[in-house]
Nanobody
Framework: QVQLVESGGGLVQAGGSLRLSCAAS????????MGWFRQAPGKQREMVAV???????TYADSVKGRCTISRDNAKNTVDLQMNTLKPEDTAVYYC?????????WGQGTQVTVSS
């Protein structure tokens, strides 16, 4: 059984920064993709940033230049540093992991950016 646990969400003013962290535990041999998705009220869940275990990264256009994903393969952790936050970044952020072609999700952490 695999669990993903997020931390680091909260309330921040526009222009501020937050760092989200996620730790995976359980029966893990190798995590292919690991990263972050988000879902705002009334909208579909969308990818924010993901990193393959080889280090390649993909970012949503809306966060490029403002967010940086980092990953520790030995510890099975992934972080998301978010800078210059905007009110439209308000959402529940979910940690994501793809292990042996199966998708796993964390419980989500709320990020609220006030204007």
């Amino acid at each position: 059984q695999v669990q993903l646990v997020e931390s680091g969400g909260g309330l921040v003013q526009a222009g501020g920064s937050l760092r989200l962290s996620c730790a995976a535990s359980g029966s893990i041999f190798s995590i292919n993709l690991m990263g972050w998705f988000r879902q705002a009220p009334g909208k579909q869940r969308e990818m924010v940033a993901v990193m393959a275990n080889g280090g390649s990264t993909t970012y949503a256009d809306s966060v490029k230049g403002r967010c940086t994903i980092s990953r520790d393969n030995a510890k099975n952790t992934v972080d998301l540093q978010m800078n210059t936050l905007k009110p439209e970044d308000t959402a529940v952020y979910y940690c994501y992991g793809n292990i042996l072609l199966r998708d796993y999700w964390g419980q989500g952490t709320q990020v609220t950016v006030s204007s």
